[in-house]
Structures are given as structure tokens and as C-alpha cells.
């Protein structure tokens, strides 16, 4: 088994920042892609920013030149640095991980969420 929990959410004005984190635990062998998902009311959640284990990172066009994914391979964590936040970034933020376990099972793990509000 393999879980992934999320931090960092707050209040921030616009023009602020924060940092996520993503800690994933359990059985595991490789972390193989890690994506951050947001999702604001009455809107589906969509994909911001995602890594690979070969450190290959894309975001999402809303996002890009603002939001940084990096990862700590030693503590399994995933971090999401949001600078310059906007109203529009206001959401709740999801951490999903494709992850091997020894064994070689692999699991698709979601966080519970974490809100971000950013105020005008």
C-alpha cells in the first residue's frame, strides 16, 4: 500500500506565494510521475504542473512562468512553488502519484487535497 498526503495549502494575497509539498509513503519502489491537479468549485480539476521520475516536468499553460514542480527523491516529496498567485488560482490542489511498490504492483494515488485561496 502507498499514500500520498498534502501541504501547504493557505490564504495568500494575489501577487503572494506558497509551496506545496507532496509526501508519498508505503511501499515503495519507484515513484514514476507525480502531477499536482487543482480543482475550484463547479469546474472539473485539471492537470497544473506534472514530473517524472526522469525529471521531465510540463505545466499547464495558466501556470507556466509562475509555478515550479521539483522533487526531493530522498524524502519522496514533491514540492509545487506557486509565485505571483492570482484570484484564479483559487482551488483545492490534489497530489497524484504513479508508483511502483516492491513487488511491482503499481498504484494511482491521490492526496486528499489541500485549498488555496488566493485574495484579491
Known amino acids: 500500500q502507498v499514500q500520498v498526503v498534502e501541504s501547504g495549502g493557505g490564504l ?3 501577487g503572494g506565494s506558497l509551496r506545496l509539498s507532496c509526501a508519498a509513503s508505503g511501499n515503495i519502489f519507484r515513484i514514476n510521475a507525480v502531477g499536482w491537479y487543482r480543482q ?3 469546474k472539473q480539476r485539471d492537470l497544473v504542473a506534472r514530473i517524472t521520475s526522469a525529471g521531465s516536468t510540463n505545466y499547464a499553460d495558466s501556470v507556466r512562468g509562475r509555478f515550479t514542480i521539483s522533487r526531493d527523491g530522498a524524502k519522496n516529496t514533491v514540492y509545487l512553488q ?3 498567485l492570482k484570484p484564479e488560482d483559487t482551488a ?5 502519484a504513479d508508483i511502483t511498490a516492491w513487488g511491482f504492483t503499481t498504484y494511482d494515488a491521490w492526496g486528499q487535497g489541500t485549498q488555496v485561496t488566493v485574495s484579491s
Open 12 to 14: 495568500v494575497q494575489a
Open 92 to 96: 483545492v490542489y490534489y497530489c497524484n
Open 40 to 42: 475550484a468549485p463547479g
Open 82 to 84: 506557486m509565485n505571483s
